[in-house]
């Protein structure tokens, strides 16, 4: 066999069995580059973008994309050129429910039913004449559930794999906080149905890194890539220190003392920020990217 050829597949070989991707949350800040911008970096293998705020219990669902563009007035419909780029690029694109803050819940399991109809007519393969964000089709449905009811998100994400049968994939990722198990999303995640789970490592002191502390995210780790049946778990981190109230690892602390535990791991699945606009204040994603 050719040496180069050799090489290849040798680079190929560790590439699948000890690399990871840098997933990141783009939308929330208008200053943070288009979603075009945001794939040509090169740094990022999975972006969600943030947020549908309002939906469910009988609610007009509705989107928020900050300073990027406005959806009143079908402003956000260009956003499928920036979704096409980044799937052409071999990135997929979630939408992002719920987030910090907004107003959604789920009635019952027909209230989520009928989301699961809405978001498969409006952002993935079905068809309707009010796409907030065009014709591209998204890769899936990220759940960032912190508020509200508990109930009834695992149906919703039963009903949305239930659209798997017609041809293409619907990946569903979760972004539950580190405490274990998660309030919202606990039964959703227990489903065993969601392919990505980029779990919170921040805003929460007892399961996150402090200062010259890493065994309580090791320990939280290890509980959640243990203790879920999902595809591929990410470290949740904050891309700067102010992009949350604690929790912020230095990139060379994580490089040297964190991911090598981690990465032993089956599970791992990379490194999730919190958002693309801190990660361009304090340029972690480009720090961190050879480590993961």
């Not at 997933?23 to 075009?36: R, S």
């Not at 998100?153 to 580190?178: E, F, H, I, M, N």
């Not at 919202?184 to 200062?211: E, H, R």
């Not at 904050?238 to 981690?262: C, D, E, H, T, Y």
Request: hydrophobic share 35%; with cysteine.
């Amino acid at each position: 066999m050719p040496l180069l050829l050799t090489l290849v597949l040798v680079q190929t070989c560790l590439a699948v069995v000890g690399g990871g991707g840098i997933a990141v949350y783009w939308g929330q800040n208008g200053n943070e580059g288009t979603l075009a911008q945001t794939c040509a970096t090169g740094r990022f293998s999975y972006v969600n973008i943030a947020f549908l705020y309002k939906f469910g219990n009988g609610q007009t669902p509705e989107i928020n994309l900050a300073g990027h563009c406005n959806p009143d007035s079908n402003g956000c419909i260009a956003v499928s050129d920036g979704i096409r780029s980044c799937q052409r690029r071999g990135i997929k694109v979630m939408l992002s429910l719920g987030g910090g803050g907004g107003s959604y819940s789920l009635a019952s399991k027909e209230d989520a039913n009928n989301v699961a109809a809405y978001l498969w007519n409006n952002f993935l393969g079905g068809s309707s004449t009010s796409r907030p964000l065009g014709d591209a089709v998204l890769d899936g449905i990220d759940f960032d559930i912190e508020l509200g009811s508990t109930l009834y998100w695992d149906d919703l994400a039963r009903y949305l794999k239930s659209y798997d049968g017609t041809g293409r994939k619907v990946y569903l990722t979760g972004a539950p906080q580190c405490p274990f198990p998660d309030s919202f999303l606990g039964s959703a995640l227990n489903t065993g149905l969601f392919d990505y789970v980029w779990v919170q490592f921040y805003n929460n002191p007892p399961c996150q890194y402090t200062s010259g502390n890493t065994g309580n995210i090791k320990n939280s780790w290890t509980r959640w890539t243990t203790s879920i049946n999902a595809g591929k778990i990410f470290l949740g981190l904050p891309a700067a220190p102010q992009a949350a109230g604690s929790g912020f690892i230095p990139s060379k602390v994580l490089a040297a003392k964190i991911l090598p535990m981690i990465k032993k791991s089956p599970k791992y699945g990379g490194v999730m920020l919190w958002s693309k606009y801190w990660d361009d204040q304090a340029g972690y994603s480009a720090s961190i990217k050879n480590s993961v």
